[in-house]
């Protein structure tokens, strides 16, 4: 769906929730990139800034096998993460969370980023019945958070994963100039939230699937210390030039669109949302390259004129899903064409979130509050 106001300086529209424009036509999300740019500019002093966290955290993990832990999915952040996190000495773990949506180009730039950066990995592989049942939970409740199970599991896991391992760092590959920040109207998840959608819909019992509540992020923030480190908001990262290198000195191979190194979120973003619920997460990302100067508006609205995944590839995907999820391809059809729901319809945390925001605030800056939540309402 395209708004009916576009931003003169990025091409995010009024269709995007909570947007709003300036006299001059610039958006609230560009304002928030700004200030954020302010914070992290691209200067040698930001560059330092960060060599001096990595020294800190080789000091600081110096009794521990790994200095920090690292989520790599097989796309560009994640394995650029990890090569950085090299480049600056130091010895970090990588996690992949196996949710058997993984491409085989996905498979490949994990195993060859490991095996030539000499990195262990730690696969946590997900019980398959269940997440299908999560998943599918999720799309009967006919609401644009589809994404949440995959990213929960992964969230989960990486906290539970450094608290085994004595990791105290968690590197995330988040940059605010290559995707920017989603809208909790278009993408919002938290513990609660999950569990409450599978109450309503759910057929298995959830005995295995790592979920988050809220006391759970206390505990590893307070009592295990686990911070979450942001390498690609310190550094320069234009993604073109990055995906060369990792072409060059990893073997990497490019899967295409953003996130389309998994099946589920590659029919999510590219066929469901723009589908059902008029919502186009391209319009962000491609705004943060924009602005970022790594993309212009002209080619920016060019490339959202056309679909995001093929017809062919939507059918593949399609296929695939109804295989996962165990229903026919008309049960599947009855889902994606059913009305849509709304977020308030289930618990979460998030009203408990904004009634103590300036108190979270505070909290997240002095690194004591989760970025998960933090960043579910927060311009980052």
């Excluded at 096998?65 to 989520?71: E, F, S, V």
């Excluded at 699937?209 to 908001?233: C, E, G």
Aim: aromatic content about 12%; overall charge neutral.
């Amino acid at each position: 769906m395209t708004g009916s106001r576009v931003c003169t300086r990025c091409v995010c529209d009024d269709s995007i929730p909570g947007i709003s424009f300036d006299e001059n036509g610039v958006c609230s999300l560009c304002k928030n990139y700004d200030l954020i740019e302010q914070e992290f500019p691209l200067s040698e002093a930001t560059q330092q800034k960060f060599q001096q966290i990595a020294d800190n955290i080789k000091k600081n993990q110096r009794n521990s096998k790994y200095d920090c832990l690292i989520g790599v999915s097989g796309g560009t952040d994640s394995i650029y993460t990890l090569y950085i996190a090299r480049k600056y000495g130091l010895n970090p773990l990588a996690l992949h969370v196996d949710d058997g949506c993984d491409t085989e180009v996905s498979i490949h730039n994990v195993q060859s980023a490991i095996n030539i950066l000499n990195v262990d990995l730690f696969t946590v592989k997900i019980d398959a019945k269940e997440l299908a049942d999560l998943e599918l939970s999720f799309f009967k409740a006919s609401i644009p958070d589809v994404e949440t199970p995959p990213d929960m599991a992964i969230t989960a896991s990486l906290y539970k994963c450094a608290a085994q391992f004595g990791i105290k760092y968690i590197f995330v590959g988040n940059s605010f100039r290559t995707e920017g920040k989603m809208p909790p109207g278009w993408s919002y998840g938290d513990g609660k939230y999950l569990k409450s959608i599978h109450a309503c819909f759910g057929r298995t019992s959830l005995k295995t699937f790592p979920n988050l509540m809220l006391i759970d992020y206390l505990y590893y923030f307070i009592f295990k210390r686990v911070k979450i480190i942001k390498p690609l908001y310190y550094l320069p990262y234009v993604k073109k030039d990055v995906k060369q290198l990792l072409e060059k000195e990893l073997g990497w191979i490019d899967y295409g669109a953003s996130h389309h190194e998994s099946v589920y979120t590659r029919f999510v973003q590219g066929y469901l949302l723009p589908k059902k619920f008029g919502i186009d997460k391209r319009k962000i990302h491609y705004s943060a390259l924009v602005r970022s100067n790594q993309m212009t508006r002209e080619e920016a609205l060019i490339k959202l004129k056309s679909p995001a995944c093929s017809d062919d590839m939507v059918k593949e995907d399609i296929h695939y899903l109804c295989n996962k999820f165990g229903i026919s391809l008309e049960e599947f059809e009855e889902i994606i064409n059913s009305e849509p729901g709304s977020q308030s319809e289930f618990d979460s945390y998030y009203p408990l979130v904004c009634k103590l925001q300036s108190v979270i605030e505070i909290a997240y800056r002095l690194h004591l509050f989760p970025t998960k939540i933090y960043g579910s309402y927060n311009r980052e």
